[in-house]
């Protein structure tokens, strides 16, 4: 590889890093933290040049005492508003404010409380905090602090990503500048002061960008109809378990220093310290992306998996060459601080530093578990994770120093990652092997949902969506159709259905045909992030596979007076090509990895249909054989599950589903073979049914199978991950169209 290709390339992919906006979210973050920590290292690098070992003990202490205080007392208000602003629209601005107000208030108050029993709890920083002016200006720094912390994810949760790491580099330049300033008059304060005067001048100016340009912008920005303010319970019941986690991670980071330093000594505590906020600069980049994870998955939680691989990919790739370079230059790096922190403190950074890897699970699964407010998850996650760090601490460090701190929370953190990967495989091994009647959804949540209409059994149908479906009767006795989604997946898709149905019904033009459509009856929100929606039963049974080829017109003749809502001819756009081929393109290859594998199906897909004049109008979407029902005699009397549907969209792909879904005799079962038989093409028989829908000219066959094939694989992760992890789907479904589209 030459100089110029492998700048060529690299320009690329930093290209499609940039354009990707989960990624750019979170690489800027990452960014802030780089940036932050930098400046924290030298930060800390004068704070042991200019002071003495026992004094940055102190300092550091009195430090983490104000974050830990802040950090308790704002009831972790910071994950709500990245999880509620972002769909918040107009009501930003109150949003903050409240949270600020809040925050601050209970900050102000538990710091005061912290000061009048300072003797008791923590004795080594009474001399330092003791005195009446230090005293006040540590209550206003906790108050701070806690606005401090906000501001992050309300920036992020605006939109204005880009000023985290201006804000925080301001914050990290200004106290570099002030601890060296305080050095000569201020020898026993000058680290406590310099942070506390650095972070008010920085709270001060963003707090004023916040309100005067970027919640003004993200406001005008929101489109009318697609706001969301949460109602208080919401809020509550959202921040309720999310604050006991809360509670945890800062008791397990902030609280860790201070035992430490009740432990040891002072000396030694000021070595752990340094590692330690080494240790969390690392743990900075998994939060970064999580942060990106949840502003992202709450405005598509359809996409919420893939947007965690994706963010689980970029982390490590950030994370592991960092950890390896701290491993290797340990002895080094801390020779810089002098010879006291060399002599004592390598093994404890390395062990540190390891423990970040396991971290970036912990943090990634506790954000997706937030942007599907699986909040026992989080409590369960980060209280065990604390509990595992503070008592290892406790029993470790007395026989091994600080050592045993840092392997505390190395094994503590490979404990629960371990554990969380091991659940995930299980949970992947389970959708590879079984399709579950219940779809995946947990038999309480069915229970649940049951219960909100106080409807009764009958029986579970099997299901490979990420949704369960159960035939219920009501208390009167009329029978109905029971779903309920746990996934992210899953309760989007629930949602999308309603919305489709009810649209349908409400056309007048579609008359009598609208009988063919469940009738939405009940839907909502079940306890633990899931939802359900109840629609009718209507009459008949799913075409048998063998029997549905002989039913094509039927099924054809029934889905006609659907395509001819809205009918129109366009031709086909840029917005029509990413929809139809770049979007399911990259879906597929995010969730299989296929690097690339796609491109040149894209490209001729796009050159085959760029400007060519198409039929569009409503679509099913998922218009095969296991959606159409049928009376005894073969006349349709039902079709469904609505939750693909798309208005104005290519007319043909649902013609061409059903044809290759309804295979003729000697065909192979599997889909994507069917894609992939040499030489295939449409039959006369099969012209003559397509040939009504392709009112602008005909679409060449090849480019419409490879069309449907796209869009069905693609629809297919839409509805459950099982299909990502499955590889014996994969190898009769994908591969094959690959190889055929590869070798022709």
Known sequence: MTVVELVTGTRQRLHGVWQESLARTGHLLVANSVL????????????????????????SAAISAMMLLAGAAQLNLMSAL??????????AGRM???????GAGLSGVVAVGFLLGLRFWAPALTGLLGPIPNAAGFVVATMLWAMFVMQDNALVAVKRAAAVPVENLAFALLKIVLIVVMSASLAGSGVWLSWAAAMAVTVTGTTTYIFRRAVPAFARASVPGTEHVPSLREVERFVGPDYVG?????????????????????????????????????????????????AHGVRAQDQLDNYYRQSMRHTLRLLVPVVVLIVALAPLGLS????????????????LALSAVPNVVVDLAVSRARVARRMTTVVVVLVTLSALVLSLTVVLVPHMGIVGAAAAALVAQSGVGGALLVRDW???ARRRVLRSKRGGVPSPMVRAALKKGKWQHERALATVSDTAVVMVRAPRGESAVLRVAATGNGVASLYREREVLSRLRSEERLGEWRALLPVPLDSGEVKGGGAFLVTSRLPGRCVPLPQARSLTSAAISAVTPLHGLSRTVRAVDGAMLDEWVDAPARRISEAMSLNGSLDGLVAS???????RWVTLGWTHGDFHPGNLLIDASG?????????????QDLVALDIAFWLLTAPDAGQPRDFGARVAEPDRNWTPAESCLLDPVMDGGPIPARTLLLLTWLRHVADNFAKSDRYAHSLLWARRNVYPVLRQVTDG
């Open 36 to 59: 932050t920590a930098g400046a924290g290292v030298l930060y800390w690098l004068l704070a042991a040049r200019l002071y003495l070992p026992a004094v940055v003990g102190v300092n």
């Open 82 to 91: 990245l999880r509620f602003l972002p769909t918040s629209g107009r009501a």
């Open 605 to 611: 897909l796009r050159r085959d249909l760029a400007g």
């Open 635 to 647: 006349q349709v009397t039902g079709i469904v599950d609505w939750s693909q549907a798309r208005e």
């Open 246 to 294: 809360a509670l945890a991670w800062i008791a397990g980071t902030s609280l860790l220093p201070l035992l430490v330093l009740d432990l040891t000594s002072r000396r030694q505590a000021a070595v752990f310290a340094l590692a330690w906020t080494i240790c969390l600069a690392l743990y900075q980049v998994p939060i970064a992306f999580g942060q990106s994870l949840v």
């Open 426 to 428: 299980a949970a992947g």
């Open 336 to 351: 810089f601080f002098g010879d006291w922190y060399a002599d004592n403190g390598v093994t404890t950074l390395r062990l």
């Open 96 to 102: 903050i404010r409240n949270a600020y107000l809040v």
